[in-house]
């Protein structure tokens, strides 16, 4: 039994504390400045975004309680969207006792600002912590894998890889672990990480064909979304080569089996609907937020684009995304430039195959 | 321009008559034994699979016509069911010119039954070719990827690999493709034919979840779909390694995309659903049967146990089974064994990550 302290008490923050307290840890959740309605509704008993009760033994926080939330814990688990990361884990670090070894779970996914560069959640946290701490060795891991929120917290089977920075972290994942939360631990915390910024991307792709062809096809474009969503691995199983990391994670729960329930349902899907239908991207991000929704792959896009850059020089790389990635191009033609969805998808299609 | 003879006039052997015949080719349709209804219909404009007529220029022939319809032809699709694949071959020798240089390309999936062996079709087809005419070459492709025939001949975009036996097969392949019919081509004949073999037992496992949880879990149980999918993957990838295939071919078109549109959509998936839900194996292959659908996913399932243990000897094959191929070694336990679904699937899952 461990005592776990939560950050973020959105979809996925809320929805981890089910298997976290199904197996028998002391499990608080803690809530940020922008969380408040949600930690109040669920001290009366409802999560408003996954429409149930939390576990009855998940203790909850207000933001302005970030101390005693984590008082007895030395297991944190981010729950935050990738934009709230950087603040929410400086905060985090005046909390921290000096006396403890803490063990950082990251459910956040994508990629993050940091010091005026874009670089990988973890090492903005990796950063962060040795400045803080720079005796301590920083255990960290990137959780991925195709787990949406609601349907963990509906304990339905769900399978989650942890991305491990320290041989440690794999002994306690199964406290985690349920008969309906299995977990696969990885080695490769870099490319689970990698791989869980692009999935949200290539996501938008999946719903992309929806925005095109929904309207005059229902059931005849099958084809057309699997032609895509196998085009999607193809393409991120070359950014893995080009990042140094291992091939199989993308043949796994962080690259495919992600991609297939991020293509088939959520957020981003349906923001790529909407751009495919014609909504420029800028108003269809736009729309997700008023819903309350909050679009990653758009953001993850914008950043990805000089973060790619940054994987070779930057001519080699912009030639790289034209040459090898051309789906991620027509992405990013139709939603940061204004080109017509419709014919860039022809053209996508005429550039593969013979 | 080619003269193009389509053998089968089911599904895919009318659906391919689409991109052939829009690419300019003379295209000749013969349908078998079985599918007289197939082609009286469709002289009469309105073929009933499709749901549409085919195209003008495709000329239609009896299976008593086959001499004719091979006449000008040095190009041979194969279209048929894999049960009927070794019949058809044998008719087809008989009909053929020594004189002349054929190209084979090949539609049907899966194993055969031939000489009392379970081999793939294309061994079968190369041993009777060879029987028949030991001095010439034997040039097959096979033909996989996420195509299903309704879609393909609504002219949607669609991606299909050839796994070639010959590099002078590559040559042709830009006569077959259109705008909307783009074509891989690969070197790997005999993992693009495994693939789809395997990706319709595979496909099973998507509607096996449907059949257990949708009655009572509509739009929460994503996550365990793409979990088996994404078991299927993992497993389809050691199905390909120890037949000594390339493990590219299984992580593209012919394994993630292939799997991606069965597992979607069709009577593989559809038959798993049936299965989960209760139905037993066979009873629900009946029910296909009579609705004049084929389940080759079932056929499949039967025949890739025994040629499964044939990769290495029995005795370690039966353990490659059980122990590395959990969830298909479920499939057998349920379809074949009369296990019930859900409590075989609890123990799936519990076997799967910590």
Redesign the interface.
Known sequence: MHNITVLGAGYMGSAITFPLADNGNKVNLWGTWLDDSLIESSLKGFHPKLKKPLPEKVNLYYWQDMGPALEDSEIIFFGITSEGFVNVFKMLLEHLNPKKDYYFFKLTKGLVEYNNEIVRASEAANDMFANKFPDKIFSLATIAG???A???S?R?????VYGISDEKLRII??DF?T??Y????SSDLKGVEICSTFKNIYAIAAGFCDGI?KKE?I?????????I???S??EM?KIIRMSGCSQETV???AG???L??TS??GRNRRYGEMVGSGIDGETAFKKLVEEGEYGEGYIALKLAIPWLSNLGNEAGAKDFIKNELPLLDTLRNVVYGNCEPVSE??KL??K???
Chains 1, 2 share one sequence.
């Open positions: 195709p787990v949406r609601n349907d963990l509906h339905m089977p769900s399978a989650s994942l199964p672990s008969d309906y299995r977990i696969f631990p062809y096809n059931g005849l474009y099958y084809n057309t979304v699997s032609f969503f196998n085009q691995v193809v199983a043949y796994d729960l495919v089996g992600d297939h329930v088939t349902t998808f022809k299609i005429m593969l195959g013979c």
